[in-house]
Antibody, heavy 115, light 108 residues
Framework: DVQLLESGGGLVQPGGSLRLSCAAS????????MSWVRQTPGKGLEWVSA????????YYADSVKGRFTISRDNSKNTLYVQMNSLRAEDTAVYYC?????????WGQGTTVTVS | EIVMTQSPATLSVSPGERATLSCRAS??????LAWYQQKPGQAPRLLIH???TRATGVPARFSGSGSGTEFTLTISSLESEDFAVYYC??????????FGQGTKVEIK
């Protein structure tokens, strides 16, 4: 079965940092771009960041550019996002998702609360 | 950034009836549009991509149509498991891939 499992969410103060991880299984992780998508009650679903299959190219939403860093370790089949300078508006459920533009596989999500 | 607008916000439908959901883009997205279904406490599920291509395993009662700026998701005969929130998402201009605000399909 294709699976994505996020971890690392929690409560953090404004200005703080958090690193989320996403463990992938059931597919050839190194062959696919990966993304982070977040969901808030107020703004709904928002694409956050994406990374190419090799990790050589990264993309960011304007709202997180300069604060978040996406990365991957293909030897560990794991996707990461380092979130710095967190703001209240970053409070959301964060999902990792397979592929860059259309997301057919999602994790169960991990909740980040900035307060 | 392309703005996606969905209507209605809430659709009340009886089981067995047809549901028609609309999505409008602020500029043309060609056929680069996807639909997702989300149930409470779950991640979104891809239903349709390319405006009209059903994702693997999606029942035939779900169909998508449209191109350019106007799109429709039709559920031909609603079943109990179809009551959920539905989102459209454009990926023609990427990044970012922008979502609509969602349409909640509720039991009438």
């Amino acid at each position: 079965d294709v699976q994505l499992l996020e971890s690392g969410g929690g409560l953090v103060q404004p200005g703080g940092s958090l690193r989320l991880s996403c463990a992938a299984s059931g597919f050839t992780f190194s062959s696919y771009a990966m993304s982070w998508v977040r969901q808030t009650p107020g703004k709904g679903l928002e694409w956050v960041s994406a990374i190419s299959d090799s990790g050589g190219t990264t993309y960011y939403a304007d709202s997180v550019k300069g604060r978040f860093t996406i990365s991957r370790d293909n030897s560990k089949n794991t996707l990461y996002v380092q979130m710095n300078s967190l703001r209240a508006e970053d409070t959301a459920v964060y999902y990792c998702a397979k592929d860059r533009k259309i997301w057919g596989v999602w994790g169960q999500g991990t909740t980040v609360t900035v307060s | 950034e392309i703005v996606m607008t969905q209507s209605p916000a809430t659709l009340s439908v009886s089981p067995g009836e047809r549901a028609t959901l609309s999505c409008r883009a602020s500029q043309s997205v060609s056929s680069n549009l996807a639909w997702y279904q989300q149930k409470p406490g779950q991640a979104p599920r891809l239903l349709i991509h390319g405006a009209s291509t059903r994702a693997t395993g999606v029942p035939a009662r779900f169909s998508g149509s449209g191109s350019g700026t106007e799109f429709t998701l039709t559920i031909s005969s609603l079943e109990s498991e179809d009551f959920a929130v539905y989102y459209c998402q454009q990926y023609n201009i990427w990044p970012p891939g922008t979502f609509g605000q969602g349409t909640k399909v509720e039991i009438k």
